[in-house]
T-cell receptor, first 112, second 111 residues
């Protein structure tokens, strides 16, 4: 299933590094999401974009900076992260509100 | 957002049916009931959804109580590949993009 593609699949970064996670959806959807999944915790919604406009921001620290240049692409820019930010970051997309949401396989992030 | 309650874990024998329960007593009239599952080291995948009537697809069946305060995901013949965390989620049809995931039910399938 290649509807939502995330790169890289694995990333190790130091606390002073700057890196980005990339997501691309091939489903023609108009909404894209970032979720964080820490070990043994539920998925946490971070950001939602609809038609390239941010519509949800769930009190995420500013060291996480999302970017949605078009409806098919979503980025999560990372800078000065902490070890507790190590997690699986999941991208998803949907067509509007209330419809089925499709996830990518995630990017495993380790902050050292 | 209306919340859901699921058992933390369940076990099933291979080739037997599995009934995964979900309680959602504060569901509103316009909330759809969605089920997703997350296989190890993967993102969640859609399983099934419904509003009032029971639903069937190639993966599973969804039985919804008449008062809609609970639902049950039915896997007709569990296989080892069905071992996953199953999430029951309420999805409003408009007004929000929030998909709130709980802790789900971890299904273990025994060979």
């Amino acid at each position: 299933e290649t509807g939502v593609t995330q790169t890289p699949r694995h990333l190790v970064m130091g606390m002073t590094n700057k890196k980005s996670l990339k997501c691309e959806q091939h489903l023609g959807h108009n909404a894209m999401y970032w979720y964080k999944q820490s070990a043994k915790k539920p998925l946490e919604l971070m950001f939602v974009y609809s038609l390239e406009e941010r519509v949800e921001n769930n009190s995420v620290p500013s060291r996480f900076s999302p970017e949605c240049p078009n409806s098919s692409h979503l980025f999560l820019h990372l800078h000065t992260l902490q070890p507790e930010d190590s997690a699986l970051y999941l991208c998803a997309s949907s067509q509007g509100q209330g419809n089925t949401i499709y996830f990518g396989e995630g990017s495993w992030l380790t902050v050292v | 957002d209306a919340k859901t309650t699921q058992p933390n874990s369940m076990e099933s024998n291979e080739e037997e049916p599995v009934h995964l329960p979900c309680n959602h007593s504060t569901i509103s009239g316009t909330d759809y009931i969605h089920w997703y599952r997350q296989l190890p080291s993967q993102g969640p995948e859609y399983v099934i959804h419904g509003l009032t009537s029971n639903v069937n697809n190639r993966m599973a069946s969804l039985a919804i109580a008449e008062d809609r305060k609970s639902s049950t995901l039915i896997l007709h013949r569990a296989t080892l590949r069905d071992a996953a965390v199953y999430y029951c989620i309420l999805r409003a049809t408009s007004g929000t993009y929030k998909y709130i995931f709980g802790t789900g039910t971890r299904l273990k399938v025994l060979a």
